[in-house]
């Protein structure tokens, strides 16, 4: 599950743990993202901090794991490299990549999207705003065009993101229980996303 997690939130943990669940996964991967190139990056955070409040937000369930592949790596990150990266250093291991559903209306536009589709299966967060047909005509297209391998997840209606909690925090207005309480404290405690 990558992301630039700006800040992790609760709607994360909860999509990772259905994925989990629903498609019997040996273990969660949460990967921060360094640079990414299709993002507005001005309110992003120093990626050693958002990987630290991923490390917080994960660490009292055994099934998720911070990875910084994506961190370490010098200029953008391309999510196809990061596949195959991971598949060059376990070959028998079979991955998915948990995605929202309105991502499946973007990823044709990433960098390389049949090299994406090439290295994993797509686990895509069902959302109430998208109706079944629609998706089933978009996960249509994705198979027909690229070969991709997608699954639903059914997750139920998540209203959170994390440019809503950044913006609660600008307005001196709590975000507690939109993030788990360990990130709640540490953002807290170092004043993020006050300016």
């Not at 743990?17 to 019997?24: G, I, K, P, T, Y």
């Not at 901090?49 to 911070?66: E, G, H, Q, T, W």
């Not at 990150?77 to 990266?85: D, F, I, M, N, S």
């Amino acid at each position: 599950m990558g992301g630039t997690f700006n800040p992790i939130h609760i709607g994360h943990l909860i999509i990772a743990e259905r994925a989990r669940e629903q498609f019997d996964l040996e273990e969660v991967l949460f990967m921060p993202c360094g640079m990414p190139y299709m993002k507005d990056t001005s309110e992003l955070l120093p990626s050693d901090i958002r990987a630290k409040m991923v490390s917080l937000a994960i660490k009292d369930n055994p099934f998720f794991a911070l990875s910084t592949i994506e961190i370490e790596k010098k200029g953008s990150t391309y999510t196809y490299e990061t596949l195959e990266k991971l598949r060059c250093e376990n070959p028998d291991t079979e991955y998915y990549f948990i995605l929202g559903a309105d991502s499946l209306w973007t990823i044709s536009d990433w960098k390389e999207p049949e090299r994406i589709f090439a290295n994993c299966h797509i686990l895509a967060a069902v959302r109430d705003d998208k109706s079944a047909q629609d998706m089933k005509k978009r996960i249509n297209f994705l198979k027909n065009k690229f070969g991709a391998g997608i699954s639903l997840l059914k997750t139920g209606q998540i209203e959170i993101s994390s440019s809503v909690i950044r913006n609660l925090v600008k307005e001196n207005m709590s975000v507690r229980y939109l993030v788990p309480n360990t990130v709640y404290e540490y953002i807290v405690e170092n004043r993020l996303y006050k300016n």
